[in-house]
């Protein structure tokens, strides 16, 4: 077997040698090319440790966010304390679906303008529209996906969130905005991340809820959602049951 590297094909771009494995007569002499696109946008094209849904509406004393504490590595539900939800100033939450290491990166970027917003001692802080403006022009987080596409509505789901949640939130929210009571939204929270739970295999049975009201920022500890499977024992082909 013939173990020199270059007998396997060479490297994208011949003349970067970082490894010396060229033979000596074939070595380049000349400066390496530079890539003219290295330092343009880069955004990530597979993500390794994900989350799944973020919930979001409004209630009659504000905003109320929730997420479960997942991070899973591919198809392994690897990160069980991960805090999805996010502080920025004193009236914004930002919650995250996808890879956490883009989130991770947008939380830095953001600190850092909320930094210099408060330097700037102008007596402004940065608020909801633009921070969400913001995130809009970075191409990430209203509702900003990946391909910049934004919107604002009165109840918001990312992730499976989006196809399962939207539909119960959108029944139990719209048109009744001014009048439900936290109480009330966290029940209807409650309930929506137990059905995805139910439904995503990527979620999980702990989860945090955010609130911004009148009076600042809240977000909670981990909870835990009461769940029973009680009911899969009358489902065929699930446990004892076969006929």
Do not use: C
Request: hydrophobic share 35%; aromatic share 10%.
């Amino acid at each position: 077997m013939d173990h020199f590297p270059t007998s396997w094909g060479r490297p994208r771009n011949d003349a970067i040698d970082a490894f010396n494995t060229y033979p000596l007569h074939q070595r380049p002499h000349h400066a390496p090319k530079q890539d003219v696109f290295a330092d343009g946008v880069q955004h990530t094209q597979q993500p390794i440790v994900t989350g799944t849904s973020i919930l979001a509406f409004h209630y009659k004393d504000g905003i109320m966010m929730a997420a479960d504490t997942l991070a899973s590595y591919g198809s392994l539900a690897r990160f069980k304390s991960i805090q999805r939800l996010h502080a920025v100033g004193s009236r914004t939450i930002i919650g995250a679906s996808g890879d956490m290491s883009d989130f991770q990166y947008i939380q830095t970027q953001l600190d850092q303008v909320s930094i210099d917003e408060f330097t700037a001692s102008d007596g402004h802080e940065l608020g909801p529209a633009e921070v969400h403006e913001y995130l809009s022009r970075t191409m990430f987080l209203a509702y900003v996906d990946l391909l910049g596409t934004t919107y604002s509505a009165t109840t918001i789901a990312t992730g499976f969130g989006a196809h399962i949640a939207i539909p119960l939130l959108r029944s139990a929210v719209e048109g009744k905005e001014n009048d439900l009571t936290e109480e009330q939204a966290r029940e209807i929270m409650t309930t929506a991340l137990r059905v995805l739970f139910y439904r995503d295999a990527r979620s999980l049975d702990k989860y945090q809820i955010a609130t911004v009201t009148d009076a600042g920022v809240n977000i909670s500890e981990p909870l835990k959602l009461e769940t029973s499977w009680s009911f899969a024992e009358g489902i065929r082909g699930y446990g004892s049951q076969t006929q």
